[in-house]
């Protein structure tokens, strides 16, 4: 075969190669006839006319992150503060995407910096500072539906930094400091008054237990003291029951021992004797001590015999 005709075959196979093309997952091609858009290649293997077809314009599909560095913003109340953000977009048309507009990205990102101004423009500092998810809500209504004629969703917007001016930043720390130090004296005579409401219940709780304590005490001694002298009193009783009970016992004896009245006078004689053993304080002599003695006399002598 000639070599001429072995150079042909390899072109020809080449170009073959070269209009056979795969389209991977979360990609479309654009495919131009001509210099005209005749259609959109999804997933999958396609094939094209040699030297007829183009692919224009590979286009992804997937969710994309654009980090824009800060811009200069102006407040309502005129302070100038620097804010970056983030855009997370992704393409639902590839053929508005690829004809839309010039350069997507420079165009979104000159939209997100004039989005930003007219939001940030319309607060004040501290409602900026404090209000990023309204800002980013609002950033991302405007901006996809600006972007939606290119073939854009966004689908959200973030507030990476928001700087203000240094003299701004020193007041706002100035004021956090102060904050924090009015916190922490609340805080603390919080804790004081607490204690001392702490304290105070405790002590009224002791003096009540004390006071029950002592109550309890005293009620304890009555008992202690009433049940002494019930049981002295007993005791007394029951001494003098037992003496009572002796005597009439000791009665009843010389009753049945037949003793005539010099005996019983005896007997209290020896009553009298007792009574006057030292311990009493008074003596009543009875009037006729003289007949009892010599009753005891004789009595005397007759036993004696």
Known sequence: MPLVGIVILLIIAAAIISCVKIVPQAHSFIIERLGVYKETWDVGLH?????VDNVSKRVNLKEQVAD????????KDNVTMQIDTIIFFQITDPKLYAYGVENPI????NLTATTLRNVVGELELDETLTSRET???KMRSELDVATDPWGIKVNRVELKNIIPPRDIQEAM?????????????ILRAEGEKRSAILIAE???ESAILNAEADKQAAILKADAEKQKKILEAE?????????QNAN????????????????LTLKSLESFEKAADGKATKIIVPSNIQGIAGTVKALTETIKD
């Open 202 to 204: 405790g002590n009224k």
């Open 68 to 75: 824009f560095e800060p811009q200069p913003v102006i407040t």
């Open 173 to 185: 720390e100035k004021q956090m400091r102060a904050e924090r130090e009015k916190r922490e004296q």
């Open 235 to 243: 005791g007394e009783a029951a001494a003098i029951l037992k003496v």
């Open 135 to 137: 800002i980013n809500a």
């Open 47 to 51: 094939f094209k006319i040699p030297f």
């Open 248 to 263: 009439a016992e000791g009665i009843k004896l010389i009753k049945e021992a037949g003793a005539d009245e010099a005996v």
């Open 106 to 109: 420079v165009a979104i990102k």
